[in-house]
């Protein structure tokens, strides 16, 4: 499903499409367990879109990558 949310680091607005379903993602909201536990076939990246909206360009952008 394609998700739109704010960043939490910019304000930009960003999309990514994220292979989640909508009863899977209010399970998580819900139930306020860990998101690696509610989500654990996520990528790394993709859960922490879904947790403040920053995308991995934005996240390297502003924190750097590993391989700099």
């Known amino acids: 499903m394609e998700i739109i949310m704010a960043s939490s680091a910019t304000g930009n607005v960003n ?8 009863e899977q993602l209010s399970h998580y909201v819900e139930s306020g367990i ?9 990528t790394a990246e993709e859960r922490e879109f879904l947790m403040t909206g920053i995308t991995p360009v934005e996240w390297n952008e502003i924190f750097g990558s590993e391989e700099e």
């Open 34 to 42: 860990c998101i690696q536990d509610a989500l654990p076939h996520l």
């Open 15 to 22: 999309k990514m499409f994220i292979n989640v379903t909508e």
